[in-house]
């Protein structure tokens, strides 16, 4: 099954960039979708962007406009650009593989997750 790992976290100021890069060890061309989720000490797990294979994409409201979710299945990569970032975006970032319309989140196939802290 594939494995993910995830990359490009970091520290950066309030209203910096960052870009997450989650690597699969197989191929994402067939996967239903690729998903992002946060979580921030003593909170839950949050989604912030998905994007299925068809290329349509979604996005958390708290993100929408200032991230972008990019695939590329030539790479098997996915990619979370995060412009204007905020404090209320640190977390750990997780990148997720939802392999079929039927799977839920407790068959996720999930990386370990990259930190990205946003100081004001």
């Known amino acids: 099954q594939v494995q993910l790992v995830e990359s490009g976290g970091g520290l950066v100021q309030t209203g910096g960039s960052l870009t997450l890069s989650c690597a699969a060890s197989?191929?994402?061309?067939?996967?239903?979708?690729m998903v992002w989720y946060r979580q921030s000490p003593g909170k839950q797990r949050d989604f912030v962007a998905r994007i299925f294979s068809s290329g349509i994409t979604n996005y958390a409201d708290a993100v929408k406009g200032r991230f972008t979710i990019s695939r590329d299945n030539a790479k098997n990569t996915v990619n979370l650009q995060m412009n204007g970032l905020k404090p209320e975006d640190t977390a750990v970032y997780y990148c997720?593989?939802?392999?079929?319309?039927?799977?839920?989140?407790?068959?996720?196939?999930w990386g370990r997750g990259t930190q990205v802290t946003v100081s004001s």
């Open positions: 197989g191929t994402i061309s067939t996967i239903y979708a």
């Open positions: 997720a593989a939802r392999k079929t319309s039927l799977t839920t989140t407790l068959d996720y196939i």
